[in-house]
């Protein structure tokens, strides 16, 4: 199917149209840029898959608990409810659906300590007969990531923490 609508697109695309040329240039690129994401996305699950148990494990465990910080950071990013925090956590892992989205047992709690501290507020809105409540960050929360930022800086050159990420998840190899 997808062969015939690229042929298609280039039966079409003999008629010169700048809007239409410029469409279709947009369409290849976002798709070879897709094939790609996707490549890299099974490259992942089999290197994944490829980890002894125990690293497997330890893996699991980093991306499992994203901690209070990371809510609050994520929350700080736009007006957020608990199912779409959960769906980010689970969309950014890099190991993919290798892991369960973050449960409500886990996420729930957590927003609910943030707000009963005063770093985020929750409202309750209606979608249809259903109520959700969307979070959003206050100064108090602003004011925390800005301290826990700024501790960063205080710990002189070192930077243990930040070095740790790059090398181990940033790192090209």
């Given at each position: 199917m997808l062969n015939d609508e690229k042929t298609s697109l280039e039966n079409d695309s003999k008629e010169f149209n700048p809007e239409k040329e410029g469409l279709i240039e947009s369409l290849k690129t976002t798709m070879t840029e897709h094939k790609k994401m996707h490549e890299?996305?099974?490259?992942?699950?089999?290197?994944?898959?490829?980890?002894?148990?125990?690293?497997?494990?330890?893996?699991?465990?980093?991306?499992?608990?994203?901690?209070?910080?990371?809510?609050?950071?994520?929350?700080?990013?736009?007006?957020?409810?608990?199912?779409?925090?959960?769906?980010?956590?689970?969309?950014?892992?890099?190991?993919?659906?290798?892991?369960?989205?973050?449960?409500?047992?886990?996420?729930?709690?957590?927003?609910?300590?943030?707000?009963?501290?005063?770093?985020?507020?929750?409202?309750?809105e209606y979608h249809g007969k259903r109520k959700v409540k969307y979070y959003e960050i206050n100064s108090e929360g602003i004011n925390t990531l800005s301290r826990i930022r700024n501790l960063n800086k205080c710990r002189g050159k070192t930077k243990l923490l930040e070095e740790f990420m790059k090398d181990m998840f940033f790192k090209e190899e």
């Open positions: 890299a996305y099974h490259e992942q699950k089999k290197l994944f898959k490829s980890l002894p148990k125990y690293d497997r494990k330890l893996l699991k465990g980093i991306m499992k608990g994203p901690g209070k910080i990371m809510i609050l950071w994520l929350i700080s990013k736009g007006r957020v409810h608990g199912y779409e925090i959960m769906t980010q956590l689970q969309g950014d892992s890099p190991v993919g659906d290798k892991l369960k989205t973050p449960s409500p047992s886990k996420i729930y709690p957590i927003l609910h300590d943030l707000e009963k501290n005063g770093l985020i507020e929750g409202t309750w």
